[in-house]
Every structure is written in structure tokens, then in C-alpha cells.
């Protein structure tokens, strides 16, 4: 098993900046990809940014350019920086991880764009 932890989500001007952290603990040797989705107003949960173990990155369309995934494997923890959001950003934002093969999620956390 593998738990998930975000943190980082508030209440961020249009233009801003934000960073979300996700915390991964349990059984993290087998962790493959982790990455970001989100969950918008009116839209389907949605990818955001993933970052494979070998570093290699994947972006949604609308967030390429303007959000950075990273990921610190000393502390566990894949970053998600935010910069120009905009309030077609907000919702819920959800830390993923791929074990094998096998999805985990963390609890998400609020992401308020303001205009």
C-alpha cells in the first residue's frame, strides 16, 4: 500500500504562483510514475503533469509552459509548481502514484484561482 499526502492548495491570484507538494509513504520502493490530475467545474478528473522514475515528463496541453512537475526522491515527494494560473484552474487537485501497475490517490487538494 501506498499513501498519499497533498498539501499546498489555497487561494491564489490570477497571475500567481502556487507550489503543491504530495508526500508518498508505505511501500514507495515499487512507485513507478507519480503526477498530478484535477478535477475543474463541469469537467472530468483530468490529467495534469506526470513524471515517470526516469525523469521523463508528460504535461497536459493547457498547463504545458506554465506548470513544472519535479520530483525529490530523497523525501519521497513530486512537486507540482503552478505559475500564471488562471481561474480555469481551480478545482481539486489529486496526487496519483503507479505501483505496479496499480493506481493510489491522495485525498486532493483545493486550488482557488482568482480573477
Known amino acids: 500500500q501506498v499513501q498519499l499526502v497533498e498539501s499546498g492548495g489555497g487561494l491564489v491570484q490570477a497571475g500567481g504562483s502556487l507550489r503543491l507538494s504530495c508526500v508518498a509513504s508505505?511501500?514507495?520502493?515499487?512507485?513507478?510514475?507519480m503526477g498530478w490530475y484535477r478535477h475543474t467545474p463541469g469537467k472530468q478528473r483530468e490529467l495534469v503533469a506526470v513524471?515517470?522514475?526516469?525523469?521523463?515528463?508528460k504535461y497536459a496541453d493547457s498547463m504545458l509552459g506554465r506548470f513544472t512537475i519535479s520530483r525529490d526522491n530523497a523525501k519521497n515527494t513530486v512537486y507540482l509548481q503552478m505559475n500564471s494560473p488562471k481561474p480555469e484552474d481551480t478545482g481539486i487537485y489529486y496526487c496519483?502514484?503507479?505501483?505496479?501497475?496499480?493506481?493510489?490517490w491522495g485525498k486532493g487538494t483545493l486550488v482557488t484561482v482568482s480573477s
Open positions: 496519483h502514484a503507479d505501483v505496479y501497475g496499480r493506481d493510489f
Open positions: 508505505g511501500s514507495i520502493s515499487g512507485i513507478n510514475a
Open positions: 513524471m515517470s522514475s526516469g525523469g521523463g515528463t
